[in-house]
């Protein structure tokens, strides 16, 4: 069995966009801009063996705010340029009941499934209260990068943290 990093995209790989308190994907390639020390983590966390998996809510492509090719186009840029093996997005709005969508675990078992991914020795590192309660329901430790936005908060992340890169060196420490 293996061991994975799954991270959401948005607010853990590259800047989501803060209005009024709450964060929003961008609205173009042109708006990415991957975060500091992103790389770094991530190379250093696949050098120690973690398979790499971004999963990520993307309901704007639902409701028509965001064409589908913009969000392939971001997650094809961070796919060719960061050392990521899978990215998995789920289009879908909450009154949809897919699985697939955080804080359902439906990604993370699907790619547990597929990659043959121990998820008790595995991780999750997110920006908003859905990410962590999928870590936990999918039996990862959790870490939460806390941004304080103006929303609902997670339950009791395993770690709160202000960066990937600081998640990872926990990881890579050990769990202290």
Not at 149 to 174: M, T
Request: aromatic content about 8%; charged content about 25%.
């Amino acid at each position: 069995m293996t061991r994975a990093v799954f991270l959401d995209r948005d607010g853990v790989l590259i800047r989501a966009i803060v209005m009024m308190g709450k964060p929003y994907p961008p609205a173009s390639l042109s708006e990415v801009e991957v975060l500091p020390q992103v790389e770094v983590a991530l190379n250093n966390l696949k050098a120690a063996g973690y398979i790499l998996i971004v999963v990520t809510n993307q309901p704007d492509v639902a409701t028509g705010k965001t064409p589908k090719l913009v969000v392939d186009q971001i997650n094809k840029f961070l796919h060719d340029s960061l050392p990521i093996d899978e990215i998995r997005t789920c289009y879908h709005q909450d009154k949809d009941r897919c699985l697939c969508r955080k804080p359902l675990p439906g990604c993370l078992y699907d790619a547990a499934h597929k990659h043959q991914i121990d998820l008790s020795k595995s991780f999750m590192i997110g920006d908003r209260w859905r990410d962590i309660a999928a870590g936990q329901s999918a039996g990862c430790k959790t870490f939460f990068i806390n941004y304080g936005y103006h929303e609902k908060q997670p339950d009791r992340p395993d770690y709160i943290v202000a960066s990937l890169a600081q998640a990872a060196e926990i990881i890579l420490n050990g769990l202290k």
